[in-house]
């Protein structure tokens, strides 16, 4: 344990850009770009479920939630990333920081509930087809999204409490954003065990979502391939291509970051990472729905030639 006059920080300073400056015109203009592709993209995702007839299904519902999510999810990081890119003095308060994180930790922990949730949607239309409409509601489906954010309260809200009441002797972080592993480098006391909490607890919510997800899948496919058509397996594939993407890329980068001991020693390692889940996973999203998903596809597909059409008869 650390030992000395502990003072009150009151805010911080980001310290992991400096070295970009050369290049931090450049950096601007693409995570400028990248955020409005990003929202530009989620949001004609909502609109399109929630306009089109044909997508009022419990998965488009539940896909429009999750585009919802990637919006909230990457305006907490990227605007406040964008203003350090344009000022010298690249300081954000105590409070700043701290809530930055915890909506971070709590909207990423939504996403991994409700990717679990999604799975047992599939898990429903395709092994259980004929209790799938009375099952999968619009009341259930109302009932399961608080559930999910409920869920995300409660495990985030608990270690979050523990870090605002930690003594801290520096105000350099070296992140360019907000992060429980590199405030915690910046703590007057020896900070292992809160790191071996922050550990289990992000074990537990990432792997038990994740099993939970995979077990459906384990499922499914087993149902999948009793079908006897190969016509059938592809149809009854396509229905899921788009939760599995999904699924691969969020376990994916978030379990080499957060679930792993000894976080503050791979903060070089985590600041790669943390692009790739705040900027470019919401940004690949949609587009993973437009593609791999076939209603939406064809929503789409029809809303473009609509819109075309329009546009040719006023000129």
Request: aromatic letters at 12%.
């Amino acid at each position: 344990m650390a030992t000395g006059n502990w003072s009150t920080v009151t805010e911080f300073t980001l310290t992991a850009l400096p070295a970009l400056l050369e290049i931090r015109v450049l950096l601007f203009v693409i995570l400028l770009l990248t955020y409005t592709l990003t929202a530009t993209g989620n949001i004609v995702i909502i609109f399109l479920i929630w306009t089109e007839p044909q997508l009022q299904t419990p998965m488009c519902f539940f896909l429009s939630k999750l585009s919802f999510l990637d919006i909230l999810y990457t305006t907490v990081v990227t605007p406040k990333l964008l203003a350090c890119l344009l000022v010298d003095q690249k300081t954000i308060s105590f409070a700043g920081y701290i809530t930055q994180t915890y909506f971070y930790f709590f909207l990423g922990t939504v996403e991994f509930i409700l990717l679990a949730v999604m799975s047992f949607d599939r898990y429903m239309a395709i092994c259980k087809p004929l209790h799938y409409p009375i099952i999968m509601n619009s009341r259930t489906c109302l009932m399961l999204l608080p559930g999910c954010w409920l869920g995300a309260f409660l495990s985030v809200m608990i270690p979050m409490i523990v870090v605002t009441r930690l003594p801290y002797c520096r105000k350099e972080i070296n992140h360019f954003s907000c992060d429980i592993a590199p405030l915690l480098q910046v703590a007057c006391i020896d900070t292992c065990l809160i790191e071996k909490i922050n550990f289990i607890l992000s074990a537990l919510v990432i792997l038990s979502s994740l099993t939970f997800t995979a077990g459906s899948y384990t499922y499914i496919i087993s149902t999948i391939l009793c079908i006897p058509s190969v016509q059938g397996h592809q149809k009854a594939f396509s229905t899921c291509a788009s939760h599995i993407t999904l699924v691969s890329i969020a376990y994916g980068s978030n379990i080499f970051v957060y679930v792993r001991n000894n976080l503050s020693n791979s903060l070089d390692f985590d600041k790669v990472a943390a692009v790739l889940i705040t900027v470019v996973t919401p940004l690949l999203n949609p587009f993973i729905y437009s593609l791999k998903n076939e209603k939406v596809k064809e929503v789409l597909r029809e809303t473009v030639n609509r819109i075309i059409s329009l546009i040719l008869r006023k000129s």
